[in-house]
């Protein structure tokens, strides 16, 4: 089944099934027939891809744990309850940042404060260990993380154990801070 294909009553329920057995092939047709429907709804609502694909994996998986704790009531109606579960966690997102103020992009460098070119090298790097020592040890753990470790928000949460939502605004205050 591809995915401009829809599925019957009577697939989605022997879909639904077979993630709920463990069948790896279900749980493989399942992300391939709603992930990237899921994400491009995210896409769409959200106009940013990185957060668009971390929310549409967290959809996915809040749906297929659902799915394999038997929280689907109508296993025929699979579709529908993946489509409503990639909206809740959206309308979340949107409830949890509803008062956070708007988030402009980068244009250039210049843009900002800026360092004059003659301070050297070794003055630049005393003025961001200072910046970076004022920081919360938390922001600056993010900021190591996600700069030097290169490693992405939702693997920043698990390794600390804060919301992915934490880790974005730790990085987001620490960077604005340096």
Avoid: Y
């Amino acid at each position: 089944t591809g995915m401009g294909t829809f599925l019957t009553g009577e697939e989605q329920r022997q879909l639904a099934q077979g993630i709920q057995r463990g069948d790896p092939e279900a749980e493989e047709a399942f992300a391939r027939l709603f992930g990237e429907r899921v994400r491009i709804m995210m896409v769409a609502r959200l106009r940013d891809p990185e957060l668009a694909r971390e929310l549409a994996q967290d959809a996915m998986l809040a749906a297929w744990r659902a799915i394999r704790d038997t929280k689907l009531r109508d296993p025929e109606g699979l579709a529908a309850f993946v489509h409503a579960t990639a909206r809740n966690i959206l309308n979340n997102h949107f409830r949890a940042h509803a008062g956070d103020p708007p988030l402009a992009p980068l244009t250039d460098v210049t843009d900002g404060p800026c360092v004059p070119a003659t301070v050297d090298a070794d003055h630049r790097r005393a003025l961001v260990a200072t910046a970076i020592g004022n920081l919360s040890a938390e922001d600056r753990q993010v900021l190591v993380m996600t700069l030097v470790k290169g490693l992405q928000p939702r693997e920043i949460a698990r390794t600390l154990d804060l919301s992915v939502d934490v880790v974005r605004t730790g990085k987001s205050r620490g960077v604005k801070r340096v």
